[in-house]
Each structure stands twice: as C-alpha cells, then as structure tokens.
DNA sequence: TTGTATGCGTTATCAA
DNA sequence: TTGATAACGCATACAA
C-alpha cells in the first residue's frame, strides 16, 4: 500500500496525491476530494521513512537520560515529551546509563536515526573529565544539542537549567538569619547541578564565617533504608537544620530524626529537593526547593524550536527555584 | 555523507561498502579494512532511514502510555526500553492521555513511522467500549501488538499482565482467616486491572458472606492530602483493614489513620498496591502488593521477540503478584 | 570476491 | 492545475 496505489485508485498521478497529503495548494477541490476519497478507502497511511529520507528530517527528537524510572527524570521526560509534540515532534527515547562510552553509542544511534536534535536530560551529562564530553560535541556538529539541568558550553549547544546554587545559597542564608547555626549539606552525587547545590551551601556559610558540615550519601535514592542507617551511624553530633539535596534524603533524615528522638522541625528542620510525589508521603510532610521541571523543559524546548527554525538567538535560559515550605521547616 | 562517499574513498563500490557495514560475508580482509578505514576517517554513519526504507523495518517498537510521569508506567517504560535495547530495537514513546480518539491518531502516527510493533503500557487502554478498541484491532493488522497489564483478545494481540485478582483475592482471603471482618477496598480507577483487583476483592468477601464496603477515590495519585481529607470525611465507621489500589491511596490512608488517631497496625491495617518508592517513605512502611513490573516487562518482550523472530506461539503471559510486609500490616 | 543496477516510498523540480 | 521523473541513501539480486 503506497502512493502509487492511491494515485491508480484516485485516478491522478502521484505527484497529486503527494500535494494533497501535504496540504499543498494548487490542487483543485475535485481532484482532492478525488484523493482524499480513495485515502479513505484504502486506509492509507503514508511511509515517514520515504518522506524523511526526502526531505531530511523525521521530525523527531532524540531524548538521552540516565534512567527514565527516576522520579525526576520522568517528570522531565514526560513534559518534554508533551512539549515537543505541541509542536509537531516526537522523540525517541534512550536510557544511556552513567558511562560514557555507552552514551556516546547512543548518540550515534540516534544520528543514525536522523533526528533532528539531541536533548540531554540531567545534570549528570555533564563531566568532571572533559574527553568524555567529546562526544557531544562532536554530535552538536550535525544537529542541535539542548541539555536539561545542565550547563555546557560549544557551538550548536544549548541548555535550560533550574537555578540550584541560588536556591540553596538563599535558603542557606536564610536559615542562618533565623539562628541556625549548624547546617548540615547531604548530598549523593557530583554532577553538575550537585555542584551548584553545594557550592550555593558553603558560600552561604562563608559569608557568616561557619564551617561547612558535608555528609555524600554512597547509596542511591532507592534506599532510604540504608540511607537512614548511615545516616544514624555517621550523625553524632545532631545539627539543627539537614539541607538535602535529593528528596529522598530528606525522607531518610526524617527516618533518622524519629529514630534519634528530634522533634521536626522544633529541634531540626529538614529541607529537601525537587519537591516530588514523596515530599507530601512522610509525616510531617518534607519542606522542599521546587526545580521546576515543567518551566526548565518547556524552555528547553521552545529554545530548540527557536533553533530548528533559523531564529536561534539564546542558548541559555536559567530558570529560578521555588521553595515550598511544609511541616518540616518552621521559618 | 553516503555510502557513496566512503565507497570512493576506499576505492571500492557501494555494495561492498554495503557488506562490510552490515557485516555480511564474502570480502576479502583487506577490503573490510580499506573500507572500515574510509569509513573511520569520513566519521560515517550510515543513515537508518535509507537502510529502514529498503529492508522495510526500523527496528523500532513504538511504546504508548497514558502518563510517562506515573511512578509506575515509568518504571514499565524503563524496563520496556532496556529490554529491548538488549535485542537491538529502540523505542519511539508517547504520552497518550486517555481519549481514544487522541490514542488513535497517535496509533496512526506511529505506524506511519513504521515501527515493528506497538506496546501499550498500562490496563486503561482495555476500555468498557469495546468501539473505543476498534483502533488497536486495525493496528494489529499491520504489526504485533503487546498489552502491558491489560488483556485484549485478537489477532496478532499480545498480553503481559500481573495477577492483580489472586493477589488481592489471597490478601482478603488471609486476613479474614485471621479475623478481621470489616475490609474496606479503596480505589481510583475502573480500568481492567482496577476491575482485576476489586473483582478479588469482592470474591474473597463473598466466600465468607462479609459485605464490601468499596469506596471511590476521585482525585488522581498527585493529590494524596486531597484524597486523605476525602477519606476523612466518607468514612465514619473505622473498617480494620484498608485494601488499597494504589500505594497513593494507602499513604492518604495512613494519614487518615494519624488523624482519626487509630494506631497502624494494631487497629488498623493498611496495604497499598504496586511496591513503590513512596511505600518506603511513610511511617510506619507500608505493606504492599507488588506486582512485579520487572517480569511484566520483561515477559511481554521476550513474547514479542518470539512473534518478530516468527516463533509466536503464546499470546498471553501471566505473572503473579507479591505481598512485601511492612509497617503497616501484622498478620 | 567484487561491481552494476534496481527498488524501497516519498518530495520536488520542471514541463505540459 | 496536473504529470513525468529525478533525487534521497541504502540493500540486494544478479552478473562478472
């Protein structure tokens, strides 16, 4: 079943029945009519394939993340997604994992593809060791590169990103404002909006003179279990507020408050991040910094929009954080 | 950038650059080389389009879902993607929503980009109406198509689902064995599994003449403090077990527990459904039926390989479902 | 072992 | 307003 069949069927050549599936003027109502009649009867469905291989282009964009079950990451997936298809696109998806010998593979299968852009969903894409970001710049020769939540600099590159360091730099500084003293940072990665994250706490606390007190969690978020347990092993000396930078660890800190007997938030204030599905699960539900998901996707992809249609001017768009207080925190 | 150009740079013709792409046999090791050599300097890579259009198959298997940002179907889609990486198909993904005339188009547009098969993630896409499937019956004309937790007969219609009635039908069974008498089945939704579980429900109550006591959740998993008001107010006369559909639900619940000031588990048992994250992050842990995403996934592709590779023979695979004990439950 | 020529299903150019 | 035909980049049957 192809154009020829419904060229044969409509009585026209195919070149009509190509006009009129592409809603090209010039064709008159009969003859459309004529076509569209014989479309409807065949139950035609036009080949993307042939059409993208004319044209160039599949109208499609590839989406590269480390691991689409994540909570965040899904929540960006699934507002890129909707995004994209407002205008006309659809994405491939890949789930590339951390290493980027395997990304880069991924890459090239998507060139392969022929897509018409690559987007890059997490902070993580971004590499403390240069060489492995070559990769990408490499692919940012044939098709625009927009990364989500992280932050690259190259021709051809683009990215949209929630502002983490003001988020916890603020917050930081506001804690410090009301009396707190102690301020503990838990953290569990080192990408690059974990970075900002940590960088916005020690520079709020250098501006006051306090010594930073920084905990890297070894487990991932699955595991608030064992979380927990480290937490309650390593903790001695209680602090007054924990600032952690996953929400997950924040449920984990609560789990070791209750263990150890501190009231929250009259005696520690908890504060988490991304304000997720779990931020309302606990009891008292978690104060959390809002990163903005939907407003850094829909920027990213109307950034890339702007790109694919020659209007590209930005390449950067940062997006401020919001924090939403619950029962966690009391200031 | 073609095969045309490498064939040139390497001196040879384009069939047997063809052949050494596709590692086919019969070049000599010196050829393989000079061409494998173009090939590495031209930085090539060969187009998935041209080569799709002629063998007339993309390698791509096309995965509709209501909501990528559901912890569950995120998690499917997760597994989904893998496990076909692992056979070397990717996947084109779309957030459908659940209109079935929106599900239609996107059903067209997939097909128009020639995947090799459909996956539909989630029971909602097995309607009341039957008409409202006559789309996925004519895309099953065209290529195979997977049901994830849903079941649909027809041809070339394939099902991967979780045993949602025993799991629910045992659960009942168990604690009316151990006493309790007045279960209560909260859920959220009347798609096939929704019906699966509450069909066990009902059964299970049946054979020991308890009446049911259902209640209908109308708000969706996001907004758990709205469902546990909703509960507080619907249920005057405390039940001493609350089955719930969703882990969502059972969270509400608990927090409905708090409020009302019954003690979990003690009076109350709560159990929620799927095992997610957010059964880790209340207090106590909620019990919950696990039903097994993993193997579902991972099933429902092996069965699609096998239909691809020409050996489909099942059609139809059912996992059994888990209860994980936690907090919340003591039986 | 290698090369030539054709077809895959479109779009687009040019001519009618 | 319509039609004939050449691309698009590859795989493959067939010939050498």
Known sequence: MNIYDVSKRAGVSIATVSRVINNSEGVSEKTRKKVLDAI???????????????????????????????????????????????????????????????????????????????????????????????????????????????????ENIYCSLADDYQAVFQLCTQLIQKGKKNLMFLYDSNSFSGKQKRQGYEDALKNYNLKPNQLFIPFDEDNIQKIKDFIVQEVREYPEAMICCEDAIAVASLKFATKVGLDVPNQLHIVGYNNSLIAKCCEPELTSIDNKVQEVCDSAIKMLMNVLEGNGNENIKVVPCFLKQRGTTDF
């Open 40 to 154: 409807e009867e065949l139950e035609y469905i036009p080949n993307a394939l042939a059409r993208g291989l004319g044209i160039n282009s599949m109208k499609t964009i590839g989406i590269m993340c480390a691991n689409a079950s994540d909570i965040y990451l899904a929540n960006a997936i699934y507002h890129l997604e909707s995004s994209l298809r407002k205008f006309g696109y659809d994405c491939i998806l890949c789930c590339t994992g951390y290493e980027s010998d395997i990304r880069e593979k991924y890459m090239t299968l998507l060139l392969s593809k022929q897509v018409d852009a690559v987007i890059l969903v997490g902070s993580n894409y971004v590499e403390e060791d240069v060489a492995k970001q070559e990769y990408i710049h490499n692919a940012a020769k044939k098709v625009p590169i927009v990364l989500v939540n992280g932050q690259l600099e190259g």
